[in-house]
């Protein structure tokens, strides 16, 4: 995360007020204890998943955390003047969620790891004026591609990831997708089962298929696991 600030030419924050944790997978969780340490800031997560954590990490720093609030997913609460507000996701963890913030009139939502998009997660996306969804994996190459049967069974699960043909069918959807996000970033994408350049061109397609009336109008854009994004401008 350090090194990601400084890559975008940002000074790091001098002061962080919380951490948000999703799920306890470690590619998710593992830096939890060293950020909290180095911003003296809290971390928040549900009590399930930090059980889990700390059955991931007995003996690790994690262990050794004082400062941890446990959150519920439907239950608002507010850090500062954001307004945060957890939602359950489908994935194969022991309490995952997602997050929509709010402060003012300005709404950011972040959704990653989840099989399948219910309607109740498509509800906490709408509004967003900066939205973060998983675009995990094209389906054609995850088939013919080197995991193992049992872990493309569960990529494909509902309690998995999300494919760009599922991301593609949402946004195509007006009734789905309102389409007033400003910044829409396509995020977590596998790179071993998928391509920015395949992810951004299914994506593109189905933004292209929606009436002029809701057409989408803000920039999309495609994270990398190697190069930090932004900053954007809300």
Partial sequence: MLRRFEALGRQ??????ALLITHEHSDHSSGMAQMARHWNCSAYLTEPTHREILKMYPEGPIAKMQRV???R??????IGDIEVNPFTIPHDAADPVGYAFK???TKVAIVTDLGYLPEHVKNHLREADFLILESNHDLNML???RYPWHVKQRVMSRTGHLSNTVVSEFLADAELFDGRARHLVLAHVSEE?????IARICAEQALGQRSVEFAFRGTLHVAS???PLGPFDL
């Fill in 193 to 197: 089962n998928n391509t920015p350049e």
């Fill in 143 to 145: 088939k013919v591609g």
């Fill in 103 to 105: 402060t003012g009139s």
């Fill in 69 to 71: 609030e446990y959150l």
């Fill in 12 to 17: 790091c924050p001098e002061r962080v007020h």
């Fill in 73 to 78: 997913a439907g239950e608002r609460f507010q």
């Fill in 225 to 227: 696991q190697r190069t």
